[in-house]
């Protein structure tokens, strides 16, 4: 009899023992994280509530009109994320750098794209980025700038149409070895030949007609 009541009191007990353990002890439930400059964060075990965050970026809405290698314009508005910039340019060997702000500035022209290989496999892929620019300011003598100006690589124009992205640099395959391969797009056999020949759909020059509201 002692034997059954203990088999019988036996899962009673264990339960009882987990139950009063379980109270001892919980498991936390983990709470979602938020990356690192978020803003100060009150943390809930249900949710994040983020009580200061971070303002949004200004933008500067320009009316441009972007000119193609091939000929042809688009014109519109564009949001820009910056309203100025530095030029880095030479002049009788000496490195200046001027600051000027959109509204100072009448045109950006790109003059040489400089060739970035991305892919070896079979035919060679290379990107040709901005490397050369003429700056027009509004007054006074243009610039010449030989740094790259990433925020202008791609713009979205806004038209009547509707919104399109324009690009100022270009992609094509060198096909081949180093002295009998061409280029498979421009079908120039001169490596360096893109370099000022870029493809007909590239951005070269982005004139400022005048500042829009937000």
Known sequence: ?????????????????????ALRDPVSPRLPVLPAGAGTDEVTNRTVVVTNPQAARPVYRWKVRVWFVNGGSLTGSADFPFGEFVVDHTLDGRRYYRRLTLAETASIRVRRWDPQARSSRGKQLYY?????????PR????????????????????????????????ADYWVGGSNDGYWENSGSRVFASNRTRPHPQT??????????PQ
């Open 128 to 136: 040709f980025l901005p490397a050369v620019y003429r700056i027009i």
């Open 203 to 212: 951005v070269y020059r982005i004139d400022f007609l005048e500042s829009l």
């Open 139 to 170: 007054s006074g003598a243009e610039l010449h700038m030989d740094k790259r100006m990433k925020m202008l690589d791609s713009i979205d124009v806004t038209t009547a149409s509707g919104v399109t992205r324009v690009y100022s640099y270009f």
């Open 1 to 21: 009899m002692r034997g059954s009541a203990l088999v019988l009191c036996f899962p009673a007990l264990l339960a009882a023992a987990l139950n009063a353990y």
